[in-house]
């Protein structure tokens, strides 16, 4: 995992007292004095967190301070919080091809559109993701569905078509899920 950036926006006090803690912390400090340092700073991270006492626009993963005085132990446990959110979110997206699907809202994304998926749908798009050779209905039943191999039933069948038609009618894409003689994949 990335070790957590804390970035301390013009609370030079703050960030001296931080430094003092630096033993106590799980995260690495940061003082930073203005607006265009900020923006370059985070342009290459995705595990900081801002402490300042105004809101930016367009800048994520922020903890706005504005009472003082404030409790240091309070504060830590906000900051502990707040990075456990950003770990949680970000453990939550699963990126396949061009979309973008999110494991808690059990949403598919691409570009500005989005789709609902059901929990077996994501298991089954994750699963057939994971494997580079087509995944036959069996395994799926198995797998997926926790289905013995002697039952007869269309249901894979049935939810992988859903699935596809759902597909092509957000996103315009017949290939995402293809077809083999042996099964499905994700191309």
Do not use: C
């Not at 033993?23 to 595990?47: P, Y």
């Not at 899920?177 to 099964?183: A, F, L, M, P, V």
Request: hydrophobic share 40%; no cysteine; charged share 25%.
């Amino acid at each position: 995992m990335n070790s957590q950036k804390l970035i301390i926006y013009n609370f030079p006090v703050l960030y001296h007292i931080f430094e003092e803690l630096d033993l106590k912390v799980n995260f690495e400090t940061f003082l930073i004095d203005s607006e265009n340092s900020l923006k370059e700073k985070i342009k290459n991270l995705n595990n900081y967190l801002i402490i300042t006492n105004k809101k930016f626009q367009n800048i994520d993963n922020q903890l706005i301070i504005n009472k003082i005085p404030i409790n240091i132990f309070k504060l830590l446990e906000k900051i502990n919080i707040k990075f456990l959110k950003l770990q949680f979110n970000s453990q939550s997206k699963v990126k396949i091809n061009n979309y973008i699907i999110d494991l808690n809202s059990r949403e598919m994304f691409s570009n500005a559109s989005k789709l609902k998926l059901t929990e077996k749908e994501v298991s089954t798009v994750i699963y057939l993701s994971m494997s580079s050779k087509p995944v036959s209905i069996d395994e799926l039943q198995k797998k997926v569905w926790g289905y013995q191999l002697d039952i007869e039933t269309h249901t894979v069948e049935t939810h992988i078509y859903r699935l596809r038609k759902k597909i092509l009618n957000i996103f315009k894409d017949s290939e995402f899920i293809i077809n083999k003689k042996n099964g499905y994949q994700i191309k």
